[in-house]
C-alpha cells in the first residue's frame, strides 16, 4: 500500500505538472447519453471520468452525496469507485469528500468507514464540533484529514466570514496544532482568492484544498497567486466544469479536454517553480 | 405515511409521559452475549432495543457512523433499521443523526438520500456552511432539520463557545430565521445545563434535542430545570447507557428497564406541567 505523504504529494505535483484534483459528483439525472440512471451506470461514468482525465490531475475527490442518494447500491458503488481508483491509480491522492464530524468515538467509526472499510487517503470533516471530533481521523497512520477552513459557497459569509477575527481564522490557526503538514490540509475556497493570502499568513506551508474553480466561478489565476504560500502546496479542485463537459456519449474526450485545459493553465505557472 | 408538527410531536410526549429518544450507536466491538458481530447482528441488535424501549420513548435516533464503518452491508443495514422502525412504531420520531452539510446540490442530495431513499423524520445538520448547506433539507414537507447549536463533548470549547457573543448563540439565532418551529431544531448538550437557559432565550419554543445524558454525564434534572422552555418542547437523548445496559443475553430487558428509569423520571415533571 502506498501512503501519501507532504513530499511524495508535491513530488507528484511535480512530475505531472498539475495541481489538479477532479472531483466526482456524479448527479443521476445529469449523466450523459448512454449511460444507464443507475448505480451501475454511476461506476461507468465515475470510472471513465477517472480514465479520461487521470493525465491531467494528482488527485480524485469523491462525492459521498451522490453515492448516498442512491440508496444501499450507492454505497456499493462508492466503495467499488474507491477500489477502481486504488487499483488503476494508485499514484492518486484520493479523497472521500464526506464533511464528517462528531464526538469522538463517532468520529472515529466515521474514520473507520473511510479509512478502513475503504482504503480513502483522505476525508473531508467539518470543524465546528472541535479537537475530539477530528483527532479520530488523525490517528490513522498515512491517512490525511482535510478539514474546511473557508468554503467556496456563499453561506460561507454566515459563520465563517463572521466577527472581528472571523471564525475561518480561529479554525486554521487552532486547527494546525492538532496535525502536521504530513496529515492535515484545509479547504479553502477558490471563489475568494483574497482571503487566500490571509490563510496562508497562517500556514504558509500545509496543504490546502481549493474548490470552487469552474461553475463556482473562482479564478485560477488569483488562486495562484495568492494561494501559492512557501511550498506551492494545492490540490485544485474541479468537479462539474470537468465531468458535466458534455452531456454526449463522447463525454470522456470532453472531460479529459477540460482537464487537460486547466492543467495546461497550471503547468504554465509550475514550470516556474 | 404520518408527518410529524410541532404539535403531534408534542402531543407524543405527553400521551407517553416521556421526553426519551433512544440512540443507536451499534458498536459491533460492545454487541452483547447471542449477538453475531456483523450487519446481521448489528439489526437483530437494533430491532430489539427498539422493541423493548419503545414503551418508554417518543424517538429514536440512528447513529449513522456506526453502519457506515461496516462497509456496504452496514448502509444496507442502516436502511432496514429505518424501514423497521416506520413500519413498527410509526409514532416514534425517526432521526438520522449523520451531521451532514455541504454546498447546496450536494445538500440536496444528502437530503434525497435520508428523506427520499430512505424514510427518516429527521436528520443532524453541522451549521458550518452557512444557509445553503441547510435550506435545501429544509425544503421536504413534513421532514425536519437539526442543526447543531451547542454540543454535548469537550471540542464543543473549541469553536462554539468562543467569542464574547459565543458560536453557538449566532449559529442558533441565525438559523431559526431558516425555517420554523415545525420543522427546525436544535442540539444542545445537556452536560452544559447552564447554558441551556441562555439558549431558551433565544427560542422559548423550538424543539431541543439533549443528547448527552447518560454515559456522557448530563443531570436530567438540571436539564428539565434550565431548558424546558415555554412549551416543554424537548427530545432527550441516552444512547450507550440504554443500549449497553447489560452485555449478556437479557440486554434487551436490561436495556427497558434503563429506558424505564429515565422516562419515570421526566414524568415526574411532566405530570406537572
Redesign the interface.
Known amino acids: 500500500m502506498f501512503d501519501f505523504t507532504f513530499n511524495t504529494l508535491k513530488k507528484s505535483i511535480k512530475d505531472k505538472q498539475s495541481w489538479l484534483c477532479v472531483g466526482l459528483?456524479p448527479?443521476p439525472e445529469k449523466l450523459p447519453a448512454g449511460i444507464s440512471r443507475d448505480p451501475e451506470g454511476v461506476f461507468q461514468f465515475c470510472t471513465r471520468i477517472m480514465e479520461a482525465t487521470a493525465p491531467h490531475s494528482v488527485s480524485f475527490k469523491v462525492?459521498t452525496?451522490?453515492f448516498?442518494?442512491?440508496?444501499?447500491d450507492?454505497?456499493?458503488c462508492l466503495?467499488r469507485v474507491c477500489e477502481f481508483s486504488k487499483k488503476n491509480f494508485p499514484g492518486h491522492f484520493l479523497i472521500a469528500?464526506a464533511?464528517?464530524?462528531?464526538?469522538?468515538?463517532?468520529?472515529a467509526?466515521?474514520a473507520?468507514?473511510?479509512f478502513?472499510?475503504?482504503n480513502f487517503d483522505a476525508i473531508t470533516v467539518?470543524?465546528?464540533?472541535?479537537?475530539?471530533?477530528?483527532l479520530p481521523f488523525l490517528k490513522f497512520n498515512g491517512k490525511w484529514v482535510i478539514v474546511?477552513g473557508l468554503?467556496?459557497?456563499?453561506?460561507?459569509?454566515?459563520?465563517?466570514l463572521?466577527?472581528k477575527e472571523p471564525?475561518y481564522e480561529?479554525?486554521i490557526q487552532?486547527v494546525s496544532d492538532w496535525g502536521t503538514k504530513n496529515n492535515l490540509m484545509f479547504v479553502a475556497g477558490a471563489t475568494r482568492p483574497e482571503y487566500l493570502k490571509r490563510i496562508r499568513e497562517i500556514v504558509p506551508d500545509h496543504f490546502l484544498l481549493i474548490p470552487g474553480v469552474g461553475t463556482?466561478g473562482g479564478d485560477l489565476k488569483q488562486v495562484l497567486k495568492n494561494g501559492m504560500g512557501r511550498e506551492g502546496a494545492l490540490l485544485i479542485n474541479a468537479s462539474r466544469s470537468i465531468i458535466y463537459a458534455s452531456a454526449e456519449k463522447d463525454f470522456s474526450a470532453h472531460a479529459a479536454a477540460e482537464a487537460h485545459r486547466l492543467s495546461a493553465e497550471m503547468k504554465a505557472v509550475l514550470t516556474e517553480l
Do not use: C, H
Open positions: 459528483d448527479d462525492n452525496a451522490f448516498e442518494a442512491l440508496g444501499p450507492g454505497w456499493e466503495n469528500d464533511k464528517r464530524g462528531d464526538i469522538g468515538n463517532t468520529s467509526m466515521y473507520r468507514a473511510f478502513t472499510a475503504m467539518a470543524p465546528y464540533m472541535g479537537s475530539d471530533s477530528i474546511l468554503t467556496s459557497n456563499e453561506g460561507a459569509n454566515d459563520f465563517q463572521n466577527g471564525l480561529k479554525v487552532r463556482q
